[in-house]
């Protein structure tokens, strides 16, 4: 089982690292909780290292990927 880290994307395109070396259900509750912040930036979490292909993630609760204009 491999780790999993939080990602942030501001209203510019800039991507930065929010936390790393977490477990999936720690990484979806950090990227949920400043989701729902209801700040502009788009928050996701990624596999890092070894993880069964069933166990990878996409950006959370919007699907393509796209900022919000909020």
């Known amino acids: 089982m491999g780790t999993y880290r939080v990602m942030r994307q501001d ?13 999936g259900a720690e990484a979806h509750r950090l990227a949920a ?12 979490v ?14 959370a609760e919007r699907g393509n990927g796209a900022a919000r204009n909020a």
């Not at 909780?33 to 928050?43: C, D, N, P, T, V």
């Not at 990624?46 to 950006?59: D, I, L, M, N, W």
């Open 11 to 23: 209203d510019n395109g800039n991507r930065f690292l929010v936390a790393d070396g977490l477990d």
């Open 33 to 44: 909780e400043f989701e729902a912040r209801g700040h502009k930036q788009l928050y996701w």
């Open 46 to 59: 990624e596999a890092v290292g070894a993880v069964r292909a069933t166990e990878a993630t996409e950006p």
